[in-house]
């Protein structure tokens, strides 16, 4: 059953400190592009009800290289990230994935920071930021901290993040090495994903996987393994016992095991 919109409460804010001090309230949710609160919203699943609407400040748009770090503002859509001649010199895996994020309509609305807050493991942006161990900016109305996206998720759609913060840009030193990004989902795009995953060869490998846990998560084990030297057989060994993927509406954990494994083959193949 769908949710009129007459039970929702919406402030629109003015300004990123206006945005911070509605926060106060501690019972509003930010909304910005929407494209996954109205789906909850269509579907009757929508749990809350106030809102403030931050679609409107440019303070958080936009990117930049500062002092070597790429800097994204929370509401850079994928749209933008694609277009980005710097993203695509820095950091071509997100503007892959971003490619790969729905069709046009959602690649226009949804942000980097809804992606990070709606926090699901399926989140095709996720594993690209935690394999270049990208840094999450978080700002409430009296401070502003730093949290690696690794360090973000508690568990199943659960974050760090305090009621009253704001996600208001994502941090990405310079990555060294090969990147590599590849989503299996029913069809090209459109779709959530059953396998993503985005990895890093150099100097130190970095491997992230999304639909494999409650979580997006880094696979240290594996980096380990082929940093050692291991074969790819026995790091796609050691993957296997290291995620711990479940059956859903959407595949079974065995065959996201067996793609895994093979990804993790054609990633080390394609950045050989």
């Known amino acids: 059953m769908r949710i009129a919109t007459s039970q929702l409460d919406l402030r629109r804010a003015s300004s990123l400190d206006n945005a911070l001090d509605i926060l106060r309230d501690r019972e509003r949710?930010?909304?910005?592009?929407?494209?996954?609160?109205?789906?909850?919203?269509?579907?009757?699943?929508?749990?809350?009800?106030?809102?403030?609407?931050?679609?409107?400040?440019?303070?958080?748009?936009g990117i930049s290289v500062r002092d070597d770090i790429l800097v994204i503002g929370a509401l850079t859509t994928y749209s933008a990230l694609m277009r980005s001649s710097v993203v695509a010199e820095r950091l071509p895996m997100l503007a892959e994935a971003s490619g790969q994020v729905g069709g046009v309509q959602i690649q226009n609305r949804g942000t980097l920071g809804g992606n990070i807050a709606n926090a699901s493991p399926a989140g095709?942006?996720?594993?690209?930021?935690?394999?270049?161990?990208?840094?999450?900016?978080?700002?409430?109305?009296?401070?502003?901290?730093?949290?690696?996206?690794?360090?973000?998720?508690?568990?199943?759609?659960?974050?760090?993040?305090?009621?009253?913060?704001?996600?208001?840009?994502?941090?990405?030193?310079?990555?060294?090495?090969?990147?590599?990004?590849?989503?299996?989902?029913?069809?090209?795009?459109q779709a959530i994903s059953k396998i993503v995953v985005a990895g890093v060869r150099g100097p130190a490998t970095r491997i992230a996987f999304g639909s494999v846990a409650p979580t997006v998560v880094r696979v240290p084990e594996t980096e380990r393994a082929l940093g050692d030297g291991a074969s790819i057989d026995d790091a796609a060994a050691v993957l296997m016992r290291e995620i711990k993927p479940i059956d859903d509406i959407r595949s079974t954990a065995e065959y996201r095991l067996r793609v895994s494994a093979n990804l993790l083959r054609r990633f080390w193949a394609d950045t050989a």
């Not at 592009?33 to 400040?57: E, H, M, Q």
């Not at 409430?140 to 973000?152: C, K, L, M, P």
């Open 29 to 61: 949710t930010p909304i910005a592009g929407a494209t996954d609160l109205y789906v909850a919203l269509n579907f009757g699943t929508l749990v809350p009800k106030r809102f403030v609407d931050i679609w409107g400040l440019d303070e958080l748009r």
């Open 124 to 189: 095709d942006s996720l594993p690209v930021l935690a394999a270049a161990d990208a840094v999450v900016v978080l700002r409430n109305a009296e401070y502003e901290r730093r949290v690696s996206i690794n360090e973000f998720y508690t568990g199943y759609r659960a974050t760090v993040m305090r009621p009253d913060e704001l996600i208001v840009a994502i941090e990405i030193a310079a990555v060294e090495g090969r990147q590599w990004f590849r989503k299996v989902g029913t069809r090209a795009a």
